[in-house]
Nanobody, 123 residues
Framework: VQLQASGGGLVQAGGSLRLSCAASGVTFSRYAMGWFRQAPGKEREFVAAISRSGTGTLYADSVKGRFTISRDNAKNTVYLQMDSLKPEDTAVYYC?????????????????WGQGTQVTVSS
């Protein structure tokens, strides 16, 4: 199973980025997917999750109303649209797959992880 995250970069505060995570070697539609992030010196934290079908979503309070998670099962890809970015959003962002299909905030529940993509928001 491989999860390949992309789309990170440097953006000014108030700007937008769209992250993508392409999955291979897995029946993508059977997995709930999540996005996590980890800033330097901090623990990995939950950002958003999406159900197998894409009809259910879950967000951390810190990103609610600014970030949108979505998926395209035909393309085996999950996305994270990030708007109104803040300097505190700066982190390495990771996508993860949960074969139980349950949207969950706990990182240990996820079975597979991508390599991470750096997002830097300047003030």
């Amino acid at each position: 199973v491989q999860l390949q995250a992309s789309g990170g970069g440097l953006v000014q505060a108030g700007g937008s980025l769209r992250l993508s995570c392409a999955a291979s070697g897995v029946t993508f539609s059977r997995y709930a997917m999540g996005w996590f992030r980890q800033a330097p010196g901090k623990e990995r934290e939950f950002v958003a999750a999406i159900s197998r079908s894409g009809t259910g979503t879950l967000y951390a309070d810190s990103v609610k109303g600014r970030f949108t998670i979505s998926r395209d099962n035909a393309k085996n890809t999950v996305y994270l649209q990030m708007d109104s970015l803040k300097p505190e959003d700066t982190a390495v962002y990771y996508c993860a797959a949960d074969r139980s299909g349950i949207m969950i905030m706990a990182a240990p529940a996820y079975d597979f992880w991508g390599q991470g993509t750096q997002v830097t928001v300047s003030s």
